[in-house]
């Protein structure tokens, strides 16, 4: 049978926008820990130049590197990848 939803599965990239829109800071540990992923600064990335997320990162201790998105962003103009388009839906639900 073939598969209708691919881009609809909780990837890597979708914990990364649902953590983010949630108010979270992440960092590859948590990724690590909770999505079993390894490359969040590649997904950061790729949701700031491909989708103009306005996300920033602080530097913690052993140079780890915490993201957030913007207080001020603007959340219901926010693009999204295409495995994290029903997040999108939700937020302009609310």
Known sequence: MAQTS?????????WACKSLLAGRKISTGTEIRESHGWRLGAIVHRLRTEFGWPIEMERGAGR???YSLAVDADKSA???PPSAKALGASEVQQ
């Open 78 to 80: 926010l693009r999204f």
């Open 6 to 14: 691919f881009y609809s599965q909780q990837t890597q990239v979708y």
């Open 64 to 66: 780890v590197a915490y």
